[in-house]
């Protein structure tokens, strides 16, 4: 299939940031104003205006979280690995580890609130950490949110107007929930029990007209336009946008190249990030022009 044009000029392989030599800064820069020409042209709604190769470290490439001043981090999915990532340049800024020690688990999603983050394992376990410098290894805090054992989990973002942590149900484990797409508030001014919340949407509802037989969530973010959570579904190919109170604003097929899409965020300048990990090829993230009103 031919790519659209605007697409094939920006794909490219990342950069080290650290350490460029002139020839790279002119590159970067490049992208950089490249990348400004594409997001201006309203025609662009619906392609990628960029995508970036991402190196084999990254390959597993796992949740997207965005700083309150915008930047953008990512995590593999078995490693504590955590890249810093210039999306507007393409761009490695730093890495570094979470744990003293390797911390290894089946890692599926990061959140950032406020000068902390959040890394999600599947068993609904949190580790709490604060950023790193380059190649630094952080402490963390673990948190058992013991609902491991209601689902298998891969999403999690932070919805600062409840500030709380929304985490999306890959797959439902108790027979009550099996027809729900599923979703957690963990409350961040709570602890214990009473800290989390439960609410659901019937798959019917969350389906609507597509021939998806159900739903497994792969992330979410919060739209900082609407507030509304955005999500992908990598098994279904799968894009919804919900409200907080669980309305279905939209559900379609993600369109364009995405193998696997693992990630996703939204900045507040109107960028649509997903990540793809590696499948068949080197894992990526794509960017979209994002509308700024309620989608």
């Known amino acids: 299939m031919r790519r659209p044009p605007l697409a094939a000029a920006l794909t490219a392989a990342l950069l080290a940031g650290a350490g460029c030599g002139n020839s790279d800064v ?64 393409g761009a490695v800024i730093k890495q570094f580890y979470v744990g003293k020690q390797n911390l290894v688990g089946d890692f599926e999603g990061l959140a950032c609130v406020g000068d902390r983050f959040f890394l999600l394992s599947s068993n609904g376990k949190l580790y709490e950490f604060a950023e790193g410098a380059a190649q630094e290894r952080v402490d963390y805090t673990e948190h058992d949110t013991r609902l491991g054992k209601e689902c298998e989990f891969e999403s999690v973002a932070y919805d600062s107007t409840a500030n709380a942590l929304i985490l999306a149900c890959k797959n439902v484990k108790s027979k009550r929930l099996e027809s729900m797409l599923v979703f957690y ?17 019937p798959f019917a509802e969350a389906i609507g007209g597509n021939d998806w037989k159900q739903l497994h969530p ?59 990990e590696s499948v068949n090829a080197a894992a990526t993230i794509t960017l979209y022009r994002w509308p700024r009103g309620a989608v």
């Open 185 to 201: 508030r963990y409350d961040l001014d709570a602890t214990g029990e009473a800290g989390v919340s439960e609410f659901t949407i």
């Open 26 to 89: 002119d590159v970067l820069a490049t992208r950089e104003t490249r990348l400004a020409a594409a997001l201006a042209d309203t025609g662009s709604a619906g392609r990628p205006v960029a995508r970036w190769i991402l190196p084999p470290d990254l390959a597993e490439i796992s949740g997207l979280a965005l700083t309150p001043d915008g930047r953008l981090f990512a995590h593999n999915d078995e490693s504590s690995l955590i890249t810093e990532l210039d999306y507007r340049r």
């Open 218 to 276: 792969t992330d979410l973010t919060v739209d900082p336009f609407s507030g509304n959570y955005v999500l992908v579904a990598a098994p279904e190919k799968a894009f919804l946008s919900i409200t907080p109170a669980g309305a279905v604003v939209f559900s379609r097929p993600l369109s364009g190249r995405h193998p696997q899409s693992e990630g996703i965020a939204i900045t507040r300048d109107g960028i649509l990030i997903i990540s793809d």
